[in-house]
């Protein structure tokens, strides 16, 4: 049944409080070394669900979602030609999430699922020499390492602890063919190991993924494109083992997701004032990762969720993306994407989550030198969505559009100050089945650089 269906949403509060700072040093030029910290508090509710399928109701909070990230940049010069670049990181993310037995929020669940408490952590790096030493070559050898570590517990149920590691090596070369044109190829190897894994047998799985680019110049600023890609996307922990508070079912046999890529475009400024690009592109996709509505009583209902390979798609579309300098004083950005996407496996299947059509405009106003005025508009049609019926697990969503003002005053170099409203005309829509984004939201932003 439909709750929460009034002008205002309940339990969508969010309190966020950020700290970050970056550091750099430059002792020679060419060499460049930077360390940055970044730090999030922050509290969430989850509102509740509003459509009309009859599960997926859940009054859930966030008491902390709280996130660490901790980096380092390094460029070092080595000689003339060339260069070593060193990135190495680690964040921390951790949650927790009540869950309460109705709206009232008094009264919290105690069970095996609730209280949940997540503790999550990346930790990786990545080595890249590039050099310019051979003629008329550009070229780069990377090494990369990423561990991410997932650990969720709660006081009626064991720890679950799990733990990916992915290392990959890879190396490019662009070559420069003639004054006006040069060619990129790159290979690359990838590996993912489940080192540690709950419950399932851990296990590895690895792919070769290359890439082809040629690019003509037609005048210093102008240019057309053609490239291949091969791609693959690895299924994370939480793709394979999560049963998400509940809603879904784990999949620990979920494959790797592999695409072919190919695209051609041009880019660069074709008339006074204007940057216009444009591409054409289409990708052939096996073993799609999508979220599957199945029927099964494991998740409280008629019905579960599930991360599954649905199979062989193919994707076509447009992408368009135009900057205009209109005048002295204002200004114009935009951008429109059209996709179809194509189940080759089988056709009554619907591809999910992405929008047909998606178009996206500002409009800016130098008003004075330091205030400006900018109008926006958001627009998107042909969105597919899951829902929580295992006879019709698909819902095809409205279209909309929304728009957005803003003013940005910065009275002196190092300040800025911005007063705007998101969704204007208070527009109800929505991107998933029953959670409607919020409605007119006033912001207002500061921001100090020393």
């Known amino acids: 049944m439909p709750t929460d269906t009034g002008k205002n949403r309940r339990n969508a509060s969010r309190d966020d409080r950020r700290l970050s700072f970056k550091l750099g040093y430059t002792p020679r030029e060419g060499d460049e070394y930077a360390i940055g910290y970044a730090r999030q508090d922050g509290e969430k509710d989850n509102p509740v669900y509003t459509g009309t399928a009859r599960s997926g109701i859940r009054y ?8 660490d990230s901790l980096y380092f940049i390094g460029n070092t010069r080595l000689g003339e030609h060339t260069t070593l670049r060193t990135r190495v990181y680690r964040d921390t993310y951790g949650n927790g999430l009540d869950a ?16 949940s408490i997540y503790d999550d952590s990346t930790v990786g790096g990545s080595v890249t020499l590039a050099t310019t030493a051979l003629p008329r070559q550009e070229l780069q050898f990377a090494i990369h390492y990423k561990q991410d570590q997932h650990s969720e517990r709660n006081p009626h149920s064991p720890t679950k ?13 662009r070559i420069a063919l003639t004054d006006t044109s040069h060619l990129r190829v790159g290979i690359g190897h990838d590996r993912r190991d489940a080192k540690r894994v709950y419950f399932w047998p851990t296990g590895s799985t690895d792919a070769t993924n290359a890439v082809l680019e040629y690019v003509q110049q037609l005048a210093p600023d102008q240019q057309w494109y053609a490239s291949a890609a091969q791609r693959t996307r690895f299924p994370t922990i939480k793709d394979r083992y999560s049963a998400r508070m509940g809603a879904a079912l784990p999949n620990p046999d979920l494959k790797a997701e592999h695409a072919l890529h190919f695209e051609v475009g041009v880019r660069g400024r074709w008339w006074e004032g204007g940057q216009l690009q444009a591409a054409l592109f289409q990708s052939r996709i096996d073993d799609l990762i999508q979220n599957a509505v199945v029927a099964s009583r494991e998740c409280g209902g008629s019905t579960c969720n599930q ?3 649905i199979g062989k798609a193919r994707h076509q579309g447009v992408e368009l993306g135009l900057r205009q300098r209109l005048g002295d004083d204002w200004d114009l950005q935009t951008s429109y994407t059209w996709l179809r996407r194509t189940n080759l496996e089988d056709r009554s299947v619907a591809l999910l989550d992405s929008p047909r059509q998606r178009l996206f405009m500002a409009v800016g106003w130098q008003l004075l030198p330091q205030l400006k005025l900018q109008a926006t508009l958001e627009a998107e049609q042909g969105r597919k969505v899951s829902y929580a019926d295992a006879a019709r697990p698909v819902r095809d969503l409205p279209g909309y559009g929304s728009t957005g003002f803003k003013a940005s005053w910065s009275p002196r170099e190092a300040w800025d100050f911005d007063l705007g409203v998101r969704n204007i005309g208070d527009k ?4 998933a089945d029953g959670y409607p984004m919020p409605g007119r939201t006033w912001f207002a932003n500061a921001n100090w650089r020393f």
């Open 307 to 309: 991360a599954q390979n």
């Open 161 to 173: 602890d799990f733990r990916d590691v992915t290392t990959s090596v890879a190396i490019e070369d």
């Open 428 to 431: 109800w829509y929505e991107l």
């Open 100 to 115: 309460y037995t109705d709206g009232t929020y008094q009264v919290a669940m105690d069970n095996s699922s609730f209280p």
């Open 60 to 67: 859930w909070r966030w008491p902390w979602w709280d996130k």
